[in-house]
């Protein structure tokens, strides 16, 4: 026998180097982020019926979100610039993927987070990477503003993703679809929370498309929860609630490019009630065995809700991206889950417990 394999991933930067912003050889930090499965949905017909449903599962990510994608870029870039020093507001994910990215760069990582309904798994990474964790009494939406407005005036570089780095590197999410499946999906769902990430991928999706490579373009389909749903609204929300936290975004940042996605794409930026994403969320983990958080369940919550509307039709090719992985937020998971049974240490008691 011999070893067969070779050249294995290499992060999406080495990959897909010729459809990104140039970067120099010694300035890229990588975890080998990307190439995170498509995972064909196989038992959800009585919701779905014969339409092909699949699922960019971006919980894959070394930190567990797809933050991760734009994190490489941005990091990389601000090396290659000579920065020391990166800063991001974040409702949990993005401090999460910039201390791991700035661990690894060598680099110092602040990270502003809300006092507050920031999920366990998402604060521990930023704390054990190193980050120097800011929580500031006030939500993300003031978080940013406070980020901006230090970044104006001192040498820290902005890894939000109104630095256009992160959208660089989040399109390559939209690559990945289309070399698993060989061309692009009819509708492809995500949840909307900043809208970087929609505006990510419809970049993406251009961007292949110009270059020939896919045929079609996919009718990007937004999902905001409804009491953070400021692009469905029209006009920011001040004191935006959900337990979808990644997505609890009163004034998103990339607000344009949402809007730009839908309309070009005849898509739709719409929402959700937590109930349905909730939902959703529990079908995916005893359903599907795929574990998300609950933000990242609003793209399927979406496509639930599209479907009962008749907008999705059996032949369709349906994508949801899953942002983020469901370990980053067990104080949901124990909240929308059964408790354990407590029984004594005996095989009868056990039994009949099992229902034997
Ligand atoms: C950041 C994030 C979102 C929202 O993405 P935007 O680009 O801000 O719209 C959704 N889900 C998860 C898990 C996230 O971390």
Same mark, same amino acid.
């Given at each position: ?9 290499? &992060? ?11 970067? +120099? /050889? ?12 498509? $995972? /064909? $949905? /196989? ?51 993005? +401090?999460?993927?910039?201390? =791991? ?9 602040? @990270? ?7 999920? *366990? ?23 940013? %503003? ?14 939000? !993703? ?16 289309? /070399? ?16 970087? %990430? ?16 896919? !045929? ?11 009491? =953070? =749903? ?12 959900? *337990? ?9 940042? #990339?607000?344009?490019? =949402? *809007?730009?996605?839908? +309309?070009? #794409? &005849? ?18 983990? #005893? ?8 933000? +990242? ?21 349906? @994508? ?16 929308? !889950? ?13 039994? !009949?417990?099992?229902?034997?």
């Amino acid at each position: 026998m011999q070893l067969t394999r070779k050249g294995l991933w290499s &992060g999406i930067i080495r990959e897909f180097r010729d459809f990104l912003p140039e970067i +120099s /050889e010694n300035a890229i930090t990588t975890l080998l982020e990307g190439n995170t499965p498509l $995972v /064909e $949905v /196989e038992n959800l017909k009585d919701i779905f019926g014969d339409l092909r449903l699949l699922l960019k599962y971006e919980g894959l990510n070394p930190t567990g979100s797809f933050k991760d994608r734009g994190m490489t870029m941005a990091v990389s870039k601000a090396r290659e610039e000579g920065a020391e020093a990166i800063i991001c507001a974040s409702t949990g994910n993005t +401090s999460a993927a910039a201390a =791991a990215y700035a661990a690894k760069a060598g680099m110092k990582a602040y @990270v502003l987070v809300p006092d507050g309904g920031i999920a *366990l798994g998402k604060l521990s990474q930023a704390m054990m990477h190193g980050a120097m964790v800011l929580q500031i009494k006030g939500n993300f939406d003031d978080a940013l %503003n406070i980020v901006k407005a230090i970044t104006k005036d001192y040498p820290v570089k902005m890894v939000n !993703s109104i630095n256009p780095y992160r959208i660089e590197g989040q399109k390559t999410g939209a690559f990945e679809v289309c /070399e698993h499946l060989g061309y692009a999906p009819t509708y492809h769902f995500l949840p909307v929370g900043n809208a970087g %990430n929609i505006t990510a991928y419809w970049k993406g999706y251009n961007q292949y498309y110009r270059e020939d490579i896919i !045929s079609n373009l996919p009718k990007m389909m937004g999902f905001q929860a409804e009491g =953070a =749903a400021p692009i469905v609204l029209g006009h920011p929300v001040d004191d935006p609630h959900t *337990l979808a936290t990644a997505i609890k975004i009163g004034n998103p940042a #990339s607000w344009e490019g =949402a *809007l730009k996605a839908k +309309s070009e #794409s &005849g898509g739709v930026i719409d929402m959700v009630s937590d109930e349905e994403i909730i939902e959703a969320y529990k079908l995916l983990a #005893s359903r599907e065995g795929v574990f998300c958080e609950p933000a +990242s369940a609003a793209s399927l919550a979406g496509a639930i809700k599209m479907k009962k509307e008749g907008v999705l039709i059996d032949g369709d090719t349906v @994508v949801c991206t899953l942002t983020g992985h469901g370990l980053k937020d067990p104080d949901n998971a124990m909240n929308s !889950s059964p408790k354990p049974v407590k029984v004594p240490a005996d095989v009868k008691k056990i039994l !009949s417990v099992m229902g034997f």
